[in-house]
């Protein structure tokens, strides 16, 4: 088997040989680590693939150079490696958890799973973290002999960045932390920080391509003013996308360069020794108070002018509308599901029971739908002419 190499990675970093495992055992890959294989299972996975037709902010259709969930699920890997590299933190890990953590995302973004969720409020919810897991642990079926795709504990355990205590005193040992108040490991708390520098940033590039936002409300923004400003002063008279561009990636590596550094003196101050050490300890994981205050800035910035816009609005209630009568219908008359989410029985058992089992079975088939699957099957269901 091959293992991580104790040169590189720091004593408090993930060790695949050091791991809780898997829920079911298998043999240990013999050309590639325990992490490695977590990362490959997740990219050939069904629901990774239709991550590129799952909205970030804009629905699928509105524009083909728009962020997907799969684009910015592979920004965020990138951004979480390199970071990994300097930390000294498993790369494999901190990528496998990146690449998974939207793998239970609704379509239509937020509005879909604030949607699906409302649906769900007799049923116990839906949170798309919860359901990422889920994913993982049951509802893909590419193994003869288990269900999921069987993660290492640590990448389950990124995966699940947030859950209230009912929820993990449901789930195990991978809910433990919650209700423990512990912490995940670094590379599950990097993954976070990366995913969150990824759609702020990326958000504004999209805005900007799609006309929502402007570069002289940008300019209102003081961190991504003084970025453009320096990419100018490099570049004299540089405009247009290019000149977005560079001021883009200049906050991108200014987050970058502060949670690294950041991160570095908060585990200097603790001197974790090895994973458990994490776990007890505050999180280490995380921007200078001067670099939290500008994201937040940021993200208030964009939740105003780019996601309240009201043409986003306009997209997001019909989105809402969609997803609300799709789970109505389908909840109402089971017969309208695929055959495989229909639970045997359902015709002869109106108790609670059944109908809170396939009221589940319905959020799993919208969950994984893609945007235009959504919206194809709504017409399918509502207009005659559709079959």
Known sequence: MKQDAPTRLAPYAAHAAASQ???????????????????DRIIHSTAFRRLEYKTQVFVNHEGDLFRTRLTHSIEVAQIARSSARNLQLNEDLVEAISLAHDLGHTPFGHAGQDALNACMKDFHGFEHNLQSLRVVDQLEQHYGAFDGLNLMFETREGILKHCSQANAEKLGAIGRRFIDRKQPTL???????????AYNNHDIDDGLRSGLLTIAQMNEVDFYARHQREAEAIYPGISG????????RRM?????????????ERIAAVQPKTVDDVRNAPPLIGFSDAMTQQAKLLKSFLMENLYRHYLVNRMTSKARSIIRELFEALVAEPSLLPPDYQIPGW???PSDAMRSQQARQVADYIAGMTDRYAIREHRRLFLIDEI
């Open 21 to 39: 495992g898997r829920r079911f055992a298998e043999e240990a890959p013999n050309s590639r680590s325990e992490f490695q294989r977590d990362r």
């Open 187 to 197: 590379e599950a708390q990097l993954a976070n920080f990366a995913d969150e520098i």
């Open 241 to 248: 996308r290019r000149a977005i561009n560079e001021t883009v």
């Open 252 to 264: 991108i590596n200014a987050l970058v360069l502060d949670l690294i550094a950041t991160s570095r």
């Open 347 to 349: 015709k002869h058992d």
